[in-house]
């Protein structure tokens, strides 16, 4: 079987040919490139997602160092108001030690003389 | 010579008592000398020491001589009768008739 053309016939076959190729090859790029839009916006709803979780974190974050700075503050000043009543309620055990047997010393000093002084008044008499 | 004796065997008396007021813990020799100052104001570190080794010789108190050079001292369980009037003691130490007791 032979098919014969004649030359705008085949000139319009090429035509078709090329226009159909232009179609096809148009509609594979548009395709691709809604793809990729989709793939770049699902992506940036990510980003923003992620986003969004990593500002509450730091919210939470400032929230509780706040917190915790005005529980130090408190604490501190429990401390301080603590170290100032320490003087007022307490004694140092060295000064303890040293007045409480001072004051035995003395005591047991006057029992001796005393006791002396009685030995010398019978003495006499 | 007799007021040196006299006052010799006082600092003893004056060591136990500040040793017995110091317990359970025990206390270091700078307290024992700030306290014996308090009664005979010119009271030595030297005289203290002498005291104590005379002490610890008498198996009255528990010396640990420091490597930085301080005495830590402790009173044993004899230190703690006599200091107590428990037991009856030996001369040397000036301790007082119990005059609390009769």
Redesign the interface.
């Known amino acids: 079987m032979s098919v014969t053309l004649t030359f705008w016939q085949l000139i319009t076959l090429l035509l078709a040919f090329f226009a159909a190729v232009f179609a096809g090859a148009r509609l594979l790029l548009s395709q691709i490139d809604r793809r990729l839009d989709d793939r770049f916006l699902s992506l940036q709803e990510a980003a923003k997602a992620g986003d969004a979780i990593i500002h509450e974190t730091l919210r939470q974050h400032i929230n509780e160092e706040s917190k915790n700075s005005g529980q130090l503050i408190e604490l501190e000043r429990q401390l301080l108001r603590w170290e100032a009543r320490l003087p007022i309620d307490y004694v140092r055990r060295e000064d303890f030690i040293r007045n409480q047997t001072t004051i035995e010393a003395k005591l047991d000093g006057l029992a001796l003389k005393l006791d002396n002084s009685q030995t010398k008044g019978v003495e006499h008499a | 010579m007799l007021d040196q004796k006299a006052r010799r065997e006082?600092l003893r008396?004056?060591i136990l008592?500040?040793l017995n007021?110091?317990r359970p813990?025990g206390?270091y020799e700078e307290?024992v000398l700030?306290?014996a100052q308090?009664?005979y104001q010119d009271a030595t570190a030297h005289e203290l020491r002498r005291e104590l080794d005379y002490l610890y010789d008498r198996k009255l108190v528990e010396l640990r001589k420091e490597p930085s050079g301080r005495w830590f001292c402790d009173l044993t369980r004899y230190g703690v009768d006599v200091v107590e009037y428990t037991v009856d003691c030996d001369p040397g130490i000036?301790r007082?008739?119990n005059?609390c007791h009769g």
Do not use: D, Q
Request: charged content about 0%.
């Open positions: 006082f008396w004056i008592l500040t007021n110091a813990a206390c307290l700030m306290t308090g009664y000036a007082p008739v005059y």
